[in-house]
């Protein structure tokens, strides 16, 4: 398994509760049970329902400075332990490093360059690559002649895992991020190779494969 996709949000970053928070800003009259299912499909089409479902009533001044809030405030989350040694001893023992998440550009880039890991990432899949992480799971296998099964996919969310499921994209759900094991295990997925609780648990496995 040499070719590794890694989300962002909850695996590499902390950015869990900043992501809530927003969430919840954005759709004060939803639930806490629907902000928590945006996780468990694909996010920007749970975002869409959502925002069907609560209207945004603001003008559109508001929305900018909600969402320039946000960048400022994901700007300060760190890294998990341990993550930053673990991307760049995979680096250079010759795996190939990817990204595939729902974020966009200006809240993902930043934190790589500011954590001077970007250059490790032979493709960085954002929101402005392709909403759903089904196509970008495709274009990262074709531009790497790798299978599906011949990859690895790292997450922390029940939505992402189903999304690898739809061409059978091993994955690893690891608990430090959004969801729980029993949240990651819930959809009984054949995909689902593997869930750890701690980035040593996450070497370990891929050193192993």
Same mark, same amino acid.
């Given at each position: 398994?040499?070719?590794?996709?890694?989300?962002?949000?909850?695996?590499?970053?902390?950015?869990?509760?900043?992501?809530?928070?927003?969430?919840?800003? =954005? #759709?004060?009259?939803?639930?806490?049970? *629907? $902000?928590?299912?945006?996780?468990?499909?694909? !996010?920007?089409?749970?975002? @869409?329902?959502?925002?069907?479902?609560?209207?945004?009533?603001?003008?559109?001044?508001?929305?900018?400075?909600?969402?320039?809030?946000?960048?400022?405030?994901?700007?300060?989350?760190?890294?998990?332990?341990?993550?930053?040694?673990?991307?760049?001893?995979?680096?250079?023992?010759?795996?190939?490093?990817?990204?595939?998440?729902?974020?966009?550009?200006?809240?993902?880039?930043?934190?790589?360059?500011?954590?001077?890991?970007?250059? =490790? #990432?032979?493709?960085?899949?954002?929101? *402005? $690559?392709?909403?759903?992480?089904?196509?970008? !799971?495709?274009?990262?296998? @074709?531009?790497?002649?790798?299978?599906?099964?011949?990859?690895?996919?790292?997450?922390?969310?029940?939505?992402?895992?189903?999304?690898?499921?739809?061409?059978?994209?091993?994955?690893?759900?690891?608990?430090?991020?959004?969801?729980?094991?029993?949240?990651?295990?819930?959809?009984?997925?054949?995909?689902?190779?593997?869930?750890?609780?701690?980035?040593?648990?996450?070497?370990?496995?891929?050193?192993?494969?």
């Amino acid at each position: 398994k040499k070719l590794l996709i890694f989300d962002f949000d909850g695996v590499i970053f902390d950015s869990t509760k900043v992501a809530t928070d927003y969430l919840r800003t =954005l #759709f004060p009259l939803a639930t806490e049970e *629907e $902000i928590r299912t945006i996780l468990i499909g694909n !996010f920007h089409e749970s975002m @869409e329902r959502l925002t069907a479902l609560y209207p945004s009533q603001d003008t559109e001044e508001e929305k900018i400075l909600r969402r320039e809030r946000y960048a400022k405030n994901k700007l300060g989350v760190k890294t998990y332990a341990g993550m930053i040694n673990l991307l760049n001893d995979l680096h250079a023992a010759g795996y190939i490093l990817t990204l595939n998440t729902s974020s966009a550009n200006a809240n993902c880039i930043p934190l790589l360059d500011r954590e001077k890991i970007t250059h =490790l #990432f032979d493709f960085l899949g954002t929101k *402005e $690559i392709a909403k759903s992480k089904v196509e970008k !799971f495709k274009l990262i296998q @074709e531009a790497n002649y790798m299978r599906p099964e011949d990859t690895l996919f790292i997450t922390d969310t029940l939505g992402d895992l189903e999304e690898a499921a739809t061409d059978n994209t091993p994955t690893i759900g690891v608990t430090w991020g959004a969801h729980t094991r029993d949240i990651l295990t819930s959809g009984g997925h054949k995909n689902l190779v593997q869930v750890v609780d701690q980035v040593d648990e996450l070497r370990e496995y891929i050193l192993k494969l």
